[in-house]
């Protein structure tokens, strides 16, 4: 979007010059400057002898001082000015670009540096970088807005079944435990207030079990009392009791070392996305975990045997908010994640979190 307050570009001056001296401007700068020095002193050697000459031929016995002062000072007058010429119009991409790092800095985020007719080679590829980088921060700002407008998504509809489950189960549980309780202090045959007492007892339990059925969806319990393997074969775990695919864990390298709580929580997420993919995605029959741990960071793999897809086209489709959120928890402690996949070879994701960052030490075992 475009401010009312930017200043409308200049008219380009090199739009009025013949198609020869543009291609000439499209040549590197130093050579611009080069050439057209030399071709001042070519001309201003030639031009000056002629006119000595003839100056000589005319007036035999008069002094050339004075000639050669003035034609000195033309020629520096005429240096400079072909030299501010050449620098104004191969410089003219350069303002460009300054005048468009203008305009996004005062928020135009669509403004693009114009491509000019005479940039050289390496003003062009400095011009398509900026605007590459441009391009690409927007696209990151749009993923951003996605990921953010899916997050505030999934925590309302998040907050909204544990509201209906507490309602539905957990609230309706202890209302039949206060019935109970009231039935209890008015019977007076023994059995019968044990089988109501041991019936409270197992609603009791219903209830504690919900309540943490809850809790371990909200943050797995595993992750803060055990560590990240632990958390991770406990999530395996659950996963197989409701997926037919088969799941693999390898992480007898990591298995006894605690990290960072923010490094683990960030391997568990991307982990859990992962899976998540490959269970809604993939169509696969294998998966494999595999967590390493090194003498400077994490590295994580999850791999599988599904169909695959082409990682370049859902990125650009605006697919892949999952893929995307854990590129954007690893960026977020200085790591990266890779996804690699074709359609029919399967999937590979690959996570590196670094260990050793200021703010980011391994945590006490």
Known sequence: MTSDLDPPLAPEPHTRLPRVVRVLLRIPLFYKILIANAVLVLV????GSMVTARYVRANPAASTQELVSSMAVAGICATVLVNALILKLALEPLDALERT????QRGSLDARVPRSAVADRELDRLTHTFN???DAAETSRERLREVASRALTAAEEERKRIARELHDETAQLLAA?????????NAGDPDAVATLLEDMRREIG????????FARGLRPPALDELGLVPAIESHLRTLREISPVHITLDAEQARDERLAPEAELAVYRIVQEALSNILRHSSASHAAVTVRREPDRMVVTVDDDGRGFSVAETMAAGGGLGLFGMTERAAYL???VEVRSEPGTGTRVRAEIPLAQDGLPPAPG
Do not use: D
């Not at 201003?44 to 031009?47: C, H, K, L, V």
């Not at 790092?101 to 996004?104: L, N, S, Y």
């Not at 435990?177 to 202090?185: A, E, P």
């Not at 219903?206 to 059925?213: D, P, T």
């Open 334 to 336: 200085g790591g990266r």
């Open 177 to 185: 435990l206060l019935i109970r309780i009231r039935v209890v202090r």
């Open 101 to 104: 790092a203008a305009r996004v």
């Open 206 to 213: 219903q209830a504690l079990e919900g309540v943490r059925r």
């Open 132 to 134: 590459s980088m441009l």
């Open 44 to 47: 201003g050697t030639i031009f």
